[in-house]
């Protein structure tokens, strides 16, 4: 009797996790309605806030606090519970400021080899007199974790941020999602903004290394003829003037100068040999990157 065939292992990981397949798929869409563009302005409407792990401690610590200084009519409970909420208030207002209002710009990418690291310029641009301090970015690709590059930016100033992310497709494409994140200056709200850059940038097929020799070719028409005459088509250079060269090979514009001179040297142009060989390069004989 026949075994039905067994299911692959190594199977669609959507399948088997549907919540994580959801999470992606709003997000996709959320990132989706985001419009592209190569200079951003953080506003409220584009900058989000969240408690961090260490946000979420400290509330539930100033939970336990404020329920002890209830329950023992601890005066100074109180003053410490509603000092350190007024300090994470003020937190929180000021890490949403320090993106709010920031002006981003990118400076359009250079062109790139497949496997190799591509670098984004951004230019953060500080319209108020208050500098910014803590403000990271960082390349949102598949793959590895992001890497964080890290700057402030003084008042009315602005800072260079350079961001690298690595190749892994060839063609005209577009730009990478860009995170704008900071969490100054207590560390318990996380403030972020994602970036849709609308510049295309352009990776060339990664080269081989080593690179093979060339395949030989097949002989062309007249591959045993003689080298094609002298005179005829481009040339290279000069040369002294040998026996035998024909009559339009000589430079006269030199021969007249020469006898200006006294001097009775002629000179030819040198003339490179005719291909003896066809080479041609067919696509589908090279390995894809």
Known sequence: MPTPAAAPATAPRAARNPLAALRRGWQRWWLARLPRTDQLTLTQRNVYILPTGAGWMLGLTL?????????????????LTFLL???????????????????????????????QSARLDVQLINPRRTPRYGIALSVQTAGPAAEWAWTDVPAQGQAPVPLAFRARQRGLQTLPLITAETRFPLGTFRVWAHWRPAAPWLAYPAPEQPAPPLPPGDPADGAHARTAPQ????????RAYRRGDPPKSVVWKKAAQALA???????????PPA???????DLARTRPS
């Open 275 to 281: 291909p003896r060989h066809a080479l041609w390069l």
């Open 261 to 271: 001179t006294g001097s009775e040297a002629l000179v030819s142009r040198d003339t």
């Open 63 to 79: 939970l336990v606090l404020l329920l002890a200084s209830i329950n023992y009519q601890l005066n100074l409970g109180y003053l």
């Open 231 to 238: 005179g005829m088509g481009e040339w290279d250079g000069v």
């Open 85 to 115: 909420a007024g300090s994470a208030v003020v937190g929180m207002h000021m890490a949403h400021g320090t993106l709010r209002g920031l002006t981003l710009v990118l400076k359009a990418p250079e062109p790139t080899f497949v496997g």
